[in-house]
């Protein structure tokens, strides 16, 4: 069973930075379509971004030049840089593996942008 664990949330202000690490638990995270999704009080979670198996990248309009999908297969995670932080990116940030063995979710990680 796949198991993701995200990191790195916490308390940024506003035009701040902050990187989020997405950490995979089996090697088949190599061969994997990645996303990035955040969920704020009272909204629908939302798709943020996605980064294929060979580093291709994909962004919501809403982060597009501020945040950065990266990963390291070698160490079977993922990253997303953020950075000029407003305080309407203040979610819940979860990970999401997509794969033919199936599809996984983290538990997510606290994003706060507050002054």
């Known amino acids: 069973q796949m198991q993701l664990v995200e990191s790195g949330g916490g308390l940024v202000q506003p035009g701040g930075s902050l990187r989020l690490s997405c950490a995979a638990s089996?090697?088949?995270?190599?061969?994997?379509?990645m996303d990035w999704y955040r969920q704020a009080p009272g909204k629908e979670r939302e798709w943020v971004g996605t980064i294929t198996s060979d580093g291709i990248t994909g962004y919501a309009d809403s982060v597009k030049g501020r945040f950065t999908i990266s990963r390291d297969n070698a160490k079977n995670t993922m990253y997303l840089q953020m950075n000029s932080l407003k305080p309407e990116d203040a979610a819940v940030y979860y990970c999401?593996?997509?794969?033919?063995?199936?599809?996984?979710w983290g538990q997510g990680t606290q994003v706060t942008v507050s002054s």
């Open positions: 999401k593996l997509n794969s033919a063995y199936g599809v996984y």
């Open positions: 089996k090697s088949f995270f190599s061969i994997s379509l």
